[in-house]
């Protein structure tokens, strides 16, 4: 992050060797006061358009810096506004604190996003009906396109700025916390062990999660394009407690079906289709749910999804409009390793 700080006391001469220096990156320096609190960028452009108007060399960054900037603001990133300015094309992007020092410049071509969530990928099922690739090693560890099912999720997340990342382990733990001995994508990713099946969602109940935000929950063994943004920005705009993620699923019934009243037949529909949504395995939850997870019994995701309705508090859906495959059979393994062939995620 040094590498794009200047103050605004140094020479204009010192700002084109730092900027020299930068061959390969984005050619912007952030510009500080004595005090770290930011107050102008500086590009080629400006030192070359300073010199014409006569600028010497050895004058200050601060004569010919550009005091008006885009920044992002206070100790939450505000996801709407990163996204407004990833779309108008701006790169490098400072984070400020609440006193105006940088305390991260992002960059929008490797972090698109910066989303305020934990993440929790459940790992600890045995993958039965894809025995024997499974007997020695666990199902988010087999391999798809050269690389492991459960890192395309994990790098998925960490390009959504998401580092706070808890696998939750049962089957085989060793061998998945001998693969997160290394960090992946970037992140340091923690793994929790149950000492029993806890269900499809209970063992979230053994991750030390905040007290206040949401956790980003997940099946490890799902390969997805879904947009982790929009899901968050939906579920924020919804104030919802569950965001469930959701795939169509069309059931075409073969027979004519009988529309019918008591005894008597009102309708006819020739071979009809009905469109639903299906629970894609993805959730954001509110911690404050999750925290209340039993720690001594089975939790299934509909369990908690249904008690959650239960209680009145709000429950949406997100549709997913890209790729989801779940890994759950040779024949899906035999098409996601085929689809893989020709994605780049």
Not at 95 to 116: A, C, F, H, M, Q
Not at 246 to 269: C, K, M, R, W
Not at 310 to 318: G, P, S
């Amino acid at each position: 992050m040094n590498r794009h700080i200047i103050s605004e006391h140094d020479t204009l001469i010192h700002a084109l060797e730092m900027l020299n220096s930068l061959s390969g990156s984005v050619l912007t320096l952030f510009v500080v006061n004595s005090e770290g609190v930011m107050t102008g960028t500086l590009t080629d452009g400006d030192i070359r358009r300073g010199l014409i108007a006569g600028a010497m060399p050895s004058a200050a960054v601060s004569e010919v810096m550009h005091r008006s900037f885009r920044a992002l603001r206070g100790e939450k990133i505000n996801v709407e506004q990163l996204r407004m300015y990833r779309t108008q094309g701006v790169r490098l992007l400072p984070w400020l604190d609440s006193t105006g020092r940088i305390s991260e410049i992002i960059d929008t071509t490797v972090t698109p996003t910066k989303l305020p969530l934990t993440a929790i990928l459940m790992a600890g099922g045995k993958g039965e009906r894809l025995r024997p690739m499974t007997l020695n090693t666990p199902k988010p560890l087999l391999k798809i396109g050269g690389k492991a099912i459960i890192d395309y999720n994990v790098e998925a997340l960490a390009r959504c700025g998401i580092n706070d990342i808890s696998v939750t382990v049962n089957y085989l733990a060793e061998k998945m916390e001998e693969h997160f001995a290394e960090p992946v994508g970037g992140v340091n990713v923690h793994c929790v062990r149950e000492d029993r099946p806890l269900g499809t969602i209970g063992s979230a109940a053994l991750v030390d999660l905040p007290e206040y935000g949401d956790t980003l929950v997940m099946n490890s063994d799902l390969l997805t394009s879904i947009s982790f943004e929009d899901m968050y920005l939906s579920h924020v705009a919804e104030q919802a407690d569950i965001t469930i993620a959701a795939i169509p699923y069309n059931v075409s019934v073969p027979y004519a079906i009988l529309a019918t009243d008591g005894s008597n037949v009102t309708a006819l529909e020739e071979k009809p289709s009905y469109a639903y949504y299906a629970n894609a395995g993805i959730y954001i939850i509110s911690n404050r749910l999750l925290r209340e997870l039993p720690t001594d019994r089975r939790t299934d995701a509909t369990d908690l999804i249904e008690q959650t309705i239960a209680r009145r508090k709000k429950v949406t859906y997100f549709p997913i409009s890209g790729m989801w495959i779940d890994v759950g059979s040779p024949a899906d393994f035999r098409h996601a390793s085929e689809l893989m062939k020709h994605k780049n995620m």
